[in-house]
């Protein structure tokens, strides 16, 4: 079974300054995607960026990327210049591409607060 | 715009009572859409995998007697919460994926609040 931790409950950072939220999981899969998901107030939940595993380097997104770490099985969250509207929780998430594709299994999430 | 619709977005609900809440993919075909529970300030804990002109598969510890799901149609799911009560109150969200043709990308609904009375 696959899981997701994320270590970081809450974290806060100065407007306009870089924050990086971490991610660990475990597979024994080697096809695989990753997201990051960010849910504001509302409860809406946002895609922030999709790595796909077999793809080397890292995905950006804007003020959003990665440090994708396949052997480590780690997924970093880096937020540069962050913005007010940054102020969120964010989940880590995992999908195999085998079998039933499109079932999520997430973290435990991080609380991010941005400054001003 | 929103390509999955959920509604209702709010529901109270009297104990005792059931309650139908509806996912429904607007601009595509889904085969197989997910239901999801969070609590305050919690992760989100997959419910069920709900299967177009099939039964639904359950997680682990989850009621299926409780959380009846239909999907009946390529674009509607619908999670029933039978014999409401205060526990299960919360927040519920459904998804579903657009499949490999179309990139895997998964859509979410704008979730459904439930309170039980």
């Known amino acids: 079974a696959q899981t997701v931790t994320q270590s970081q409950p809450e974290m806060s950072v100065q407007e306009a300054e870089t924050v990086t939220l971490s991610c660990t999981y475990d597979?024994?899969?080697?096809?695989?995607?990753l997201f990051w998901y960010k849910q504001p107030p509302s409860r809406q939940m946002i895609l922030v960026i999709r790595?796909?595993?077999?793809?080397?380097q890292n995905a950006t997104e804007n003020r959003f990327s990665v440090n994708f770490q396949k052997a480590a099985k780690s997924f970093s969250l880096k937020i540069s210049d962050s913005q007010l509207g940054d102020t969120a929780m964010y989940f880590c998430?995992?999908?195999?591409?085998?079998?039933?594709?499109?079932?999520?299994?997430f973290g435990q999430g991080t609380t991010l607060q941005v400054k001003p | 715009g929103a390509v999955v619709s959920q509604h209702p977005s709010w529901v109270i609900c009297k104990s005792g009572t059931s309650v139908k809440i509806e996912c429904r993919s607007l601009?595509?075909?889904?085969?197989?859409m997910f239901w999801y529970r969070q609590f305050p300030k919690q992760s989100l804990m997959l419910m069920a995998t709900?299967?177009?002109?099939?039964?639904?598969?359950?997680e682990q510890g989850v009621e299926k007697d409780k959380f009846l799901i239909n999907h009946a149609s390529l674009t509607l799911s619908t999670l029933t919460v039978t014999s409401a009560h205060p526990e299960d109150s919360s927040f519920y969200i459904c998804?579903?994926?657009?499949?490999?043709?179309?990139?895997?990308?998964?859509?979410f609904g704008e979730g459904s609040w439930l309170t039980v009375v």
């Open positions: 998804s579903a994926p657009t499949g490999v043709s179309s990139g895997n990308t998964i859509y």
């Open positions: 597979t024994s899969e080697s096809n695989y995607y």
């Open positions: 790595q796909e595993a077999y793809k080397q």
């Open positions: 998430a995992f999908m195999t591409l085998s079998g039933n594709t499109g079932k999520l299994i």
């Open positions: 601009d595509f075909q889904a085969t197989t």
């Open positions: 709900s299967n177009e002109g099939s039964k639904a598969t359950y």
